[in-house]
């Protein structure tokens, strides 16, 4: 009975986000959807509640579109967040300012939701690429329909985006995943596991596959491209819906990489390079003064230390794998609370018209209550003790600096140390705030609905963290159950090494150096951080030193043994043609000469280019596309 009853669930969620997509047919205002999706959030989290204490499974729908869902603690903790945000967006959005095109906006929002619950809830591998793909299109949609035109060229990046990297890598690993079970009826997870010995390729391809589109859809690939631009473009309020959908990419892996394939430490080193390069892009938050963009670049971070912990969880063994699988968790709950309601709490200035920056925010910071709100989630990103980050950092740390691996320190002390830095940008806010944005502002009322969404997500985030204890029984059962290890008590967790010791010790250096860092003056940060926003010019310079050094190394000692040359007239020769006159004694150079040449052209096209880190970012991406196409061309034929 309760079996069919969470089905049934399932399906009366789906038919209202369904109604909720149609309702403005009826009247063009997109407010008119909202209840529907309320309800079907509503629903989404009563199931997401049901999966963990009892477990959710049966069929849905029928025909062609019959699927089968499995919703048990592993993922029953997203549904339930997922529901959480989709009901709280639509009671904000009830009572926020913006004008979208509502037909297309009631579609989008509603679809990204009923898709998503159907990615996290379904067992079924042909329905998680299909939910995958509906989720892109939907969410591009809903950049659409909030943005004005010439935020087009956003939505368009973002689709070729998700769909290079992620679709056709997904597409070629379901294929594959067919081709071992035989029966796309019963493709699931446990099915792709018992049939690995029958892939008609290495089990490698698979890893490569399923890594590509959890990463794109967490935002950390390509990198820091996609998510500041998206989150400075749409309405504050919908950027909560993309912090839920990020992590439906950290789950699948979840999913993936301890359930259907092999223990893996190769990928877990792979996914941990993905997260530290991640990381860095809290760097680019000191160059903004645009709000919206300064915190996305802090959740690329966030999203990278989730992934960085759980790569440790796939190369650790026992007990320290435990305590990094929990930090990663734990890490991605946090980060998806205190983003929403940063991002809800700076929907109250776009309520009014403004562009959230650092002057706008004067309106919050004059009276307000949601000013204490946001800066309650400001600082539980910053991981100020013994708020959110904090927590879970504590244990990422913990397990890094708990092993004797140094790729472990030298990756945990790096993050540690850009761990200074979220601190430091919130308090360059405020002081950039009280020098420069001199102008009076006026209080002004923030509708009760807006402050109540912030107040209630701010909070849950605070009580979580202070409160750990509250998800331990969740926590303990996705560790026996992807892990198969027992933990017995939550101090086990946090007191399992004596590491522990060192990963608080540098917690509180990090808020300190962050406290002294932020209130530094801007010129003299941009001067330390130099380096990091000129890599095109040092890349530059780098190999121009190189070049010039194989050049004379050449000329002066090579040259004078292949070819017949008087000493006297060396130092006459500048260049490789003045050398081609000379006979040749034992190699004649002019048959690399065309690869000489080549190479000096593309120095000299790079010394052209105004290279930064974005655009060299940018090349890397285009690599690793055409990568991947001839990969699906080779594994295909």
């Known amino acids: 009975m309760i079996e069919l009853s969470g089905a049934f669930l399932v399906s009366l969620s789906l038919g209202f986000f369904l109604l909720g997509a149609v309702v403005p047919l009826f009247r063009r205002d997109f407010r008119v959807s909202l209840p529907f999706s309320m309800m079907g959030s509503f629903l989404i989290l009563v199931a997401g509640i049901l999966g963990i204490y009892h477990g959710v499974e049966g069929d849905i729908l029928g025909g062609l579109l019959e699927t089968a869902i499995y919703i048990d603690p592993v993922n029953g903790f997203f549904v339930t967040f997922l529901g959480l945000i989709g009901f709280f967006v639509s009671l904000y959005l009830l009572h926020y300012e913006m004008s979208p095109r509502h037909l297309t906006f009631a579609i989008a929002y509603n679809g990204v939701f009923a898709s998503a619950f159907l990615f996290l809830a379904t067992d079924n591998l042909e329905k998680l690429t299909i939910s995958y793909e509906l989720i892109v299109i939907f969410t591009t949609a809903l950049v659409l329909s909030t943005v004005p035109r010439r935020g087009r060229v956003t939505a368009r990046n973002y689709i070729v985006l998700s769909q290079v990297f992620g679709i056709v890598p997904l597409l070629i690993a379901t294929s594959l995943a067919y081709s071992a079970v035989g029966d796309i009826h019963h493709l699931t997870f446990e099915a792709l596991r018992e049939n690995l010995n029958e892939l008609p390729v290495g089990v490698w391809s698979l890893y490569l596959l399923y890594l590509l589109p959890a990463i794109v859809r967490s935002g950390i690939f390509p990198f820091h491209t996609w998510v500041p631009r998206v989150y400075q473009r749409v309405p504050s309020p919908i950027v909560p819906v993309f912090i839920a959908i990020e992590g439906t990419g950290f789950y699948m892996l979840l999913r993936i990489f301890f359930e259907s394939l092999p223990k893996s430490p190769m990928v877990g080193y792979s996914l941990m390079i993905f997260g530290v390069v991640s990381v860095f892009a809290t760097l680019y938050s000191f160059r903004e003064i645009r709000l919206k963009t300064k915190f996305a670049y802090h959740s690329v971070m966030d999203m990278g230390i989730s992934y960085f912990a759980l790569g440790m969880a796939l190369v650790l063994n026992e007990k320290l794998a435990a305590v990094a699988l929990v930090g990663s968790i734990l890490h991605t709950l946090y980060q998806s609370l205190y983003k929403s309601a940063i991002f809800f709490g700076l929907g109250a200035i776009e309520h009014y018209g403004e562009e959230p920056n650092v002057c706008s925010l004067r309106k919050l910071l004059k009276g307000h209550v949601i000013s204490l709100l946001i800066s309650l989630s400001a600082f539980s990103m910053a991981g100020v003790p013994p708020l959110a980050a904090f927590v879970s950092k ?244």
């Open 394 to 637: 504590w244990l990422i740390y913990e397990a890094s600096f708990g092993t004797l691996n140094v790729y472990l320190w030298l990756m945990g002390l790096t993050i540690s140390f850009l761990g200074i830095f979220p601190l430091a940008s919130i308090l360059q806010i405020r002081r950039i705030n009280r020098l420069i944005c001199k102008r009076e502002v006026e209080r002004e009322e923030v509708p009760l609905y807006i402050r109540a969404v912030t107040g209630i997500v701010a909070f849950s985030g605070f009580l979580v963290s202070i409160f750990p204890l509250i998800v331990f029984p969740w926590l303990s059962y996705i560790v026996a159950e992807l892990a198969g290890l027992e933990v017995s008590s939550l101090s086990s967790m946090f007191l399992a090494s004596p590491s522990a010791i060192l990963a608080v010790v540098l917690l509180f250096l990090s808020t300190y150096g962050g406290w002294r860092v932020g209130k530094m003056p801007t010129e003299r940060i941009s001067e330390l951080l130099l380096i990091f926003y000129n890599i095109g010019d040092i890349l530059r310079f780098t190999a121009d030193f190189f070049l010039s050094s194989g050049k004379n190394l050449y000329l002066r000692y090579v040259l004078p043994v292949i070819k017949v040359v008087p000493k006297h007239e060396l130092p006459l020769i500048k260049d490789y043609d003045d050398a081609l006159d000379y006979p040749v004694r034992h190699l004649d150079e002019a048959m690399f000469m065309p690869l000489i040449k080549a190479i000096g052209r593309i120095a000299r096209w790079g010394r052209d280019q105004r290279l930064d880190m974005n655009t060299l970012i940018g090349g890397f991406a285009v690599v690793m596309a055409v990568l991947i196409v001839l990969m699906g061309v080779i594994l295909w034929t």
